[in-house]
């Protein structure tokens, strides 16, 4: 077993102790404290001396020295008054070993995504733990929590942050009740707007449904000089997808002879296998863009490196490098969306389109895809429109490359021109 190394605690003393072979470091100023590197030496175990035995107290990084160091006298007190019970027969007492349980159970679960994974970590690490990670679970409040971890996101975050963070707070609680690891749910009936934040307002579009046509001549017009860019937007544009579905998209799911996607539900934000129609512009695109692969053929679409495909980060860097910082993946996700209503797309239809989770009874009720539906919708979202609202205006010219004609009559064509960018649509 390594030996005991002493140091002034902090985060670089960690660190560096966290390359040599101590198992434990302790620091002088503070006797009932130590921490315990784990196997890895990447995390440490904090631990407090209480009637002569150490007791776990959290997990490092997680909680920082910091955080740790502020917290321990409050944390003594309550263990020595018995205000602060360890775990015993399963029981969570304190909201640390709350979240190391709940955090446990997210980061183990199969039907939860990378993306969403990460999220959950890092709000647990750099909010929800050093705010409550030291309180008995019976003691919160919604005063405590609006002092602890409400006021304090509120001078650094949007109100859709705190409210995520407040969401996963309340989603640990309920989990350790259901099993029976706490006995109630302490902030029963608190809902965020409680906390004087008012009700969330959805993000503003960048892109309504007027610049979708001048997007989609933009597209085709940059689609030679830029296509694997250009690829990615108008997937996004045409199908509604996700930019963390359109960046992991591979060859082997698109039939172009039956003219559909599939895309596994284990991709899928929720976790649900999305079918979606291919209309004969995509499918023009799609064969010019393989096109651009073969000197360098890929099993995806946008592959990344070492055998893997576009990062997420990379994707969404195209996406603001291509319209100039001007809108986002999720603004072309939401013009679609806005296109079809404007179309008269079915709700279901344009639901089933986005993949979206669908409410109890209509999940229940349709036992299909709905798939000629969808088709006619993205026909038309392509194509010219009709009486209602105008389309895309793509269309496949004799030479087999997407062409647009727009409601103004104008052709756009397939030139590889670059396009100057304060000419795009949504750009102020």
């Known amino acids: 077993m390594g030996q005991t190394l002493h140091v002034q605690f902090s985060e670089s003393a960690i660190k560096a102790a966290a390359g040599g072979n101590a198992r434990l470091l302790r620091d002088d100023r503070f006797p009932a404290l130590r921490l315990r590197f784990l196997a890895d030496r990447r995390r440490a175990t904090w631990e407090t001396l209480a009637d002569g035995h150490w007791k776990g107290g959290g997990i490092w990084p997680a909680i920082s020295c910091a955080a740790m160091t502020t917290a321990l ?16 027969g399963g029981q969570l007492e304190s909201v640390g070993q709350l979240l190391d349980w709940w955090l446990a159970r997210q980061v183990n679960a199969a039907d939860i995504s990378e993306r969403r994974k990460v999220s959950i970590r890092s709000a647990v690490a750099k909010w929800i733990r050093p705010a409550l990670f030291a309180l008995p679970v019976s003691r919160l409040s919604r005063t405590l929590v609006d002092a602890r971890l409400i006021q304090p996101m509120r001078a650094e975050c ?36 409680d906390f004087g934040l008012g009700q969330l307002k959805p993000r503003e579009a960048r892109l309504m449904p007027k610049d979708a046509q001048g997007v989609a001549g933009l597209l085709v017009a940059t689609f030679d000089g830029a296509p694997r860019d250009a690829m990615l937007a108008f997937l996004m544009l045409l199908l ?8 992991q998209l591979r060859w082997a799911w698109f039939d172009l002879g039956a003219k559909v996607l599939v895309i596994p539900g284990a991709l899928t934000k929720t976790r649900t296998l999305l079918e979606t129609p291919l209309s004969p512009q995509l499918i023009a695109l799609l064969q010019r863009y ?3 692969q073969q000197s360098r053929p890929s099993v995806y679409l946008f592959p990344g490196g070492m055998g893997q495909p576009l990062s997420e980060t990379m994707a969404a860097s195209i996406i603001r490098r291509f319209s100039g910082g001007a809108w986002s993946s999720h603004d072309l996700r939401k013009m679609a969306r806005a296109g079809w209503a404007e179309l008269g797309v079915d709700y279901l239809v344009a639901e089933m389109l986005l993949n979206h989770a669908l409410p109890g009874l209509a999940a229940t009720y349709v036992q299909s895809n709905l798939g000629q539906l969808k088709r006619e919708a993205l026909e038309l979202w392509h194509g010219p429109g009709n009486d209602r609202a105008p389309g895309l205006g793509l269309m496949v010219a004799s030479d087999g490359l997407v062409h647009q004609v727009a409601a103004s009559g104008v052709q756009t064509s397939m030139t590889g021109n670059s396009v100057p960018r304060s000419s795009w649509p949504g750009r102020a």
Request: aromatic content about 4%; hydrophobic content about 40%; charged content about 25%.
């Open 240 to 247: 509604g997808l996700r930019v963390g579905e359109t960046r």
């Open 158 to 193: 949007r109100p859709a942050t705190i409210a995520k963070a407040y969401r996963m707070l309340m989603a640990a609680i309920h989990a350790a009740q259901q099993v029976g690891l706490i006995v109630r749910n302490p902030l029963e009936g608190v809902k965020f707007p």
């Open 290 to 292: 393989q096109q651009t």
């Open 73 to 88: 006298g409050d944390l003594l007190d309550r263990r020595a008054s018995g205000g602060l019970p360890d775990a015993d």
